[in-house]
Structure formats: C-alpha cells, structure tokens
C-alpha cells in the first residue's frame, strides 16, 4: 500500500484538547489541523469512539486523520464519555447521554477559529453506529456522514441477538466492554487525578452482557438509537460503507431503501474492517473516496461523486474455503435505486434431498441436530484473522436436513436477501432453526454464501414472541442475509437446515426435532441478470494512507483457533485466541511517540457435548496492560454463561492491578430467566 509522507497541506498535530460538555465532564479529544486553518478556516471531520483516541486505536486511525488534515480538513477523534481520556462515567451503548455530548462536541467544534462551519462524522462500528444517531438528532452543522459496519435496527443486526436467537457475541463483546470500561486514562493526559477517576470507572463498571440479556425482546430498550424507527429524521448525505463478511451488512441495503436523504451505499467481500486495509481484498483507495465525500458535502465541489450509481457492490464468486484469503474472485456491479427494479425472485422447491424448480409430492423430513451443528461457522463477524471466516461447509452439512439443485447448466448471479420458507412442525415449544445457502463446486467442497437463523417462537415478529404448539404445523420465513454471489455452471445450489448452530448462538434448553415438509417448503433467490454497464464502471483507485506511529513488538500474540473433541465425555471444546488491541498483532507493545507499553489479549472457550444443550459453557477472558516507566496497570476480566432449562448463569470477576498490587476486585454472579430463549 502507498504511504504518504506529504500531502497538499503540512499538518499540525495536537494530541489532546478538552472538549467542554453542557454539564461540566470534559470529554478529551486529539486534533488535526491543516496548516494557516487558524487563519482560513476549514471543514471538520469527527470520529467519536469509546476506542480509545490515544492507544488502542492510535496506529489504526492516525493514517486516516492526518490524511484527513493533509487535504484540508481538521480531524478530530473524541474519546466517549467515561472512556479514553474523557471524564465521567460509561453506562451503556449508545446512551441518549452520548448523543448529547455529540451535539454539544459538534457546537464546540463549530465555534473554534480552526473550523468553518461544516462538519462531518465518520466511524467503524460503533463510531458508525452514533454517526447514524446523531444524524438523526440534526445538529445544524453536520452536513455528512461516512457510518462503516454499523446498523439501523440494534436488535436485528447487533452483536447481541439474530432472528431472536441469543449470540455468544454478546458475551465476548460484552466482557471486552467490560474489561475496556475498566481502563484508566492516561496519566500525561488527566494529570494526578487518574487514580481517582480510575477507581470511579471500576467502581461503577456493569457486567453489560447481563444488561442486554435482560431484554431479549425487541423492546424499547433496543428500539433506542435504532434510526429504522424514523429514517425521515436523518437529512444529512449518508455514505454507508460494509463487507459481505461482516455481521452488520443487512443494514446497507435497508438505509438505502428507507432513508429519503441523499445517500450512497459501497460494499465490497470485507469483514469488520476498513476498505483500504481489509482482508479479503480487493482493497480499495477508501481514504481517497472519503475525501471526494467530504469534498462535495462540506466544501460544495462539484466532483461527480453523487452522479455516479448510488449503490456499488462486489459480486462475488466461488473461491475453496481456507482459514484466510487475502482477496475474494468477483467484479464491481452497480445498482441505481434500491430495490431494483432488475432484480426478480426466482423459486425452488425443497423436495425430498433436492432442491427443484419443480415441486414434487408433498412429503415430511425429520431433523434434530448435533448440538456441535455449526462448528464451522466462522465468528459472527470477523476482522480478516486466519480461521474467523466460514470454513468448509461439509462437516455442518452432515448434521442438517440438505437440499441440492443439479448442477447449474450455466452460470446465475444473484443480488439481494434469499429467503426460505419452512411448512413444519415441532417436538418442543421452543425450537431454533438454522439455514446456510451453500456453494457446493464439482470437488464437493461447500462454501457457505449466506445465512440466517430463527428462534421459532419468534415466527411472527421480535415484539411478543409466542412458544410453538407441539406438533401443530407452522409456516415461516427465514430471511437470510444480503449477499451479491455468482454461481458458476457445474456447481450446485445446497440448502442446509438445522436445529443448532454452536458457537454461534446459543442453544435451547430441550433438544428439538424438526418435521419438514418437502414440497410445499421453498428458497427464494434474487436474480440479477447480467447488466453491461458494470464492465465500463470506474475503477476506484488503489489504497493509500498516511504514516503509522512507530511502534516495537515486545511480545506477539500467537493466534490460536481450534476445535477438540473428548470421546471419553462427548464434549467438544471450540478455543480461539489472539490479540484485541489494534497493535499490530502483538500482546504487548510500544507506542514510541507517547512511550507508551500497551497490549490486550482475549481468550474465548465454547464447550458443549453432542446430545445436550444444557452443557453449553461459555467464557471469555482477557488482560489488558498498559506501561510507562514506573507506572504499571494492568486489568484481568473473566466472564462464565451456562444455563439450565429456567434461566440464565452468567458469572464475572474483574481485578485491576498497579504495579502488580490489586488495587480493586469486583464480582457478578446474576441469574437471568430465559424469556423464550
């Protein structure tokens, strides 16, 4: 990738300035700065993040903003209350608190002598998520917004539930929350009231995981800062910006139908990471494209970006599944309205072990999975690390119900959300069901295209799920998530039902046999036919960035993913490690500029034995440390869920040391009903 070590403007770096907030709490932010913008004032880009602005996130996002400044914008990155270097305390996600800091950051940053006027917000995953809130709270000075791998429905596409099914990703992002929450601000920042406001965030630290457990319904509680409440509300231009790999990219297709503003969509076969950096490429010149953003909405250039489609997607194409993939096979395609009027369903039938255009007689399969149904899965959403991506299929396949067309006499792409739709019946009141669109080439190897999956007692909405009737036979839809997938000719179409899909989401307190019926059950594919106009689309330039803060590797992080199966106890135990600090995959780190030690590593075991779902045992652990001549912190995080029939176990223990002395303990242990979980 290209490193600028110039650029149009010189830039001014200054690494904290207080941001002052309605009530008083201080908020700490690090700036960018044009050269002469004292003297002729210029657009502001905002990233406000719980990330940490001055160390975790230091050597992802300094090459953007000092792009940012070097063409004539300041960028400011701004830690969330009660995080990073900022003062008070942080209680929850996206709080209505966060969102009037924002509003309150952007009048400030509208008022320096710096600014003219005219800000945008930009921001990956949770900076995505407030940059779509505060969007729609409408401060008058924010003109624009790029919102990357980020959601306008927090129930449906979070990290929390899928189709009413309760993620083990609640709990790993819950205690790496947790264990975040608990970090100090930096000393050369808060000066000698750190300890203090230390020992204030440990003290009021929330075992989130438990708070969003406690709402597994689609509830007001998540009906907040979900901006699909009220599209309308957002008028400012909203460049949405996703992969294919990433567990919030239903999203993207849903704000480009909903929002009424102007708007643009860019997704390309990237996980949860930014375009220029992403694996698997292609990657792309996203600093450069932000920048064309930023220089229509908030300095009026007339640059042909908002004449260009809309909508550009990668329509991807069969490549045999490996733990990694530095690029994806596909091409560029556009679209220019959604939904498309190009786009039309086309319809199979889920016969007895086939898939047919045609149906065959009414006929009913059983099904009730291994509880290890989905050891193959991949991570909700991954980051690009080896094994985090759907793995070959066939391992999962032969735990489900699967349905295969013939082999494709010619090739078939297709763009937008599959849907199947089940006539079945259950054994249990509660029941999940599990449904993977797969690729499956000549070889036999199968790739998992998409995917969707349904608590079945939330058959009919997310508000008031209701148990099933035992044996009473039931009509529901699955929808699967968007993809843009070229099959080729020789490959087959397979559809894979099942009853689980561990470690992914957990699973119900009774194993359930499924009864589907052949026949009259179906898959609902878009079809895009081949249009032209995407072989003569411009290409985007190829990623470039600014420099990255020197740092040393003191230690690495080995990465470790693997799977292991006791046949004296039938459990099988699934084990991922590796580093979550954002410093070049090391456990621990220096950050020369700052001579600053820091490092994070987390630890995440699935156990489950085959026959049982009441043996799923979850835990997460991670230690973060962070080092400065003679001042040492370091913070251990532990996290348990288990579960019997009634309700949920969820056990955390938190200790906080300075210079190897325990300074601060906390311990959970909560009870949560199951609530049709």
């Known amino acids: 990738m290209k490193v600028l070590r110039s650029f149009p403007a010189g830039v001014e770096v200054i690494e904290n300035v207080w941001i002052p907030m309605s009530d008083g709490v201080r908020l700490a932010a690090r700036l960018w700065l044009p050269e002469g913008a004292r003297e002729r004032p210029v657009p502001a880009v905002l990233e406000y993040m719980p990330y940490r602005k001055r160390d975790f996130t230091r050597l992802r996002d300094e090459p953007l903003h000092s792009y940012f400044a070097g063409h004539g914008y300041a960028g400011i990155r701004l830690d969330v209350r009660g995080t990073g270097d900022s003062e008070g305390i942080l209680r929850d996600e996206y709080l209505a608190q966060e969102q009037d800091d924002a509003v309150d950051a952007i009048d400030w940053i509208t008022r320096q002598p710096w600014c003219d006027g005219n800000v945008g917000m930009i921001g990956l995953s949770w900076s995505g998520f407030n940059a779509l809130q505060v969007a729609a709270r409408r401060p008058p000075a924010l003109k624009a917004i790029i919102t990357m791998c980020s959601t306008d429905d927090r129930y449906a596409d979070d990290a929390h539930y899928k189709g009413g099914c309760l993620l083990t990703e609640n709990l790993s992002w819950g205690a790496e929350l947790l264990s975040l929450n608990a970090c100090p ?14 020992l204030e965030r440990l003290e009021n630290n929330r075992l989130f995981p438990a708070v969003w457990m406690r709402h597994p319904h689609r509830d007001d509680y998540w009906r907040h800062g979900s901006v699909c409440e009220d599209y309308g509300a957002i008028e400012c231009a909203v460049y949405a ?43 792309i010149g996203f600093f450069q494209e932000a920048v064309r953003w930023w220089d229509h909405w908030l300095k009026g250039k007339d640059n042909g970006i908002m004449d260009e489609p809309p909508i550009r997607a990668w329509m991807e194409s069969w490549i045999p599944p490996a733990p990694r993939h530095d690029e994806r096979p596909g091409r560029w395609i556009a679209e220019h309205q959604w939904p498309s009027p190009q786009i039309r369903p086309r319809r199979w039938y889920l016969n007895v072990l086939s898939l047919g255009e045609c149906p065959d007689g009414e006929d009913r399969m059983r099904l009730r999975s291994p509880q290890t149904t989905g050891l193959r899965a991949g991570d909700f959403y991954g980051f690009g690390a080896e094994g985090d991506a759907p793995m070959d299929q066939r391992a999962d396949d032969g735990k489900s119900l699967v349905f295969d067309s013939d082999p494709l006499e010619g090739p078939v792409e297709f763009l937008g959300a599959p849907v199947v739709t089940l006539e079945l019946a259950c054994d249990r009141p509660l029941a999940h069901v599990a449904v993977r669109l797969n690729d499956v080439a000549p070889d036999g190897a199968s790739g998992r295209v998409s995917y969707g999956v349904l608590n ?73 036919p081949p249009r032209p106009e995407d072989e003569v689309l411009a290409a985007f330039e190829p990623p470039e960035r600014g420099p990255i803060p020197a740092y040393t590797v003191l230690q690495t992080a080995q990465l470790e993913r693997g799977i292991a199966v006791d046949l004296t106890t039938d459990e099988t135990t699934y084990t991922a490690y590796g580093d979550v600090g954002d410093v070049g995959g090391a456990a621990l780190a220096r950050i020369e500029d700052i001579d600053l030690l820091v490092g994070s590593t987390m630890r995440r075991v699935f156990r489950i034995q085959e026959q049982d779902p009441l043996s799923a045992e979850a835990v997460t652990e991670q230690e973060t440390r962070f080092e400065r001549g003679d001042w040492a912190v370091r913070i251990h995080c532990r996290v348990r869920l288990r579960a019997d029939t009634q309700a949920f176990r969820i056990e955390a223990t938190l200790d906080a040391y300075e210079n190897d002395a325990r300074i601060a303990s906390r311990e959970w242990n909560e009870v949560i009903p199951r609530q049709l979980l």
């Open 185 to 198: 601000p930096d000393p050369e920042i808060a000066g000698e009231a750190w300890r203090g406001r230390w």
């Open 456 to 528: 079945l007692a939330h058959r009919d909405d997310h508000e008031n799920p209701q148990p099933l009737e035992p044996g009473q036979r039931y009509r529901v839809a699955v929808r699967l998530n968007d993809m843009a997938y070229r099959f080729e000719a020789g490959h087959t179409i397979r559809v894979a039902v099942s009853t689980c899909y561990w470690p992914m989401i957990w699973p119900t307190p009774e194993p359930a046999a499924l009864s589907v019926y052949t026949g009259v059950s179906t898959l609902e594919l878009p079809v895009r």
């Open 241 to 283: 910006v996703g992969g294919w790999a990433d567990g919030y990219v239903n999203a993207i297709p849903r704000l480009m139908q909903g929002l009424s503003c102007p708007r643009k969509a860019l997704i390309g076969p990237w996980p949860h990471a930014f375009p220029h950096a992403a694996e698997p490429g292609p990657r």
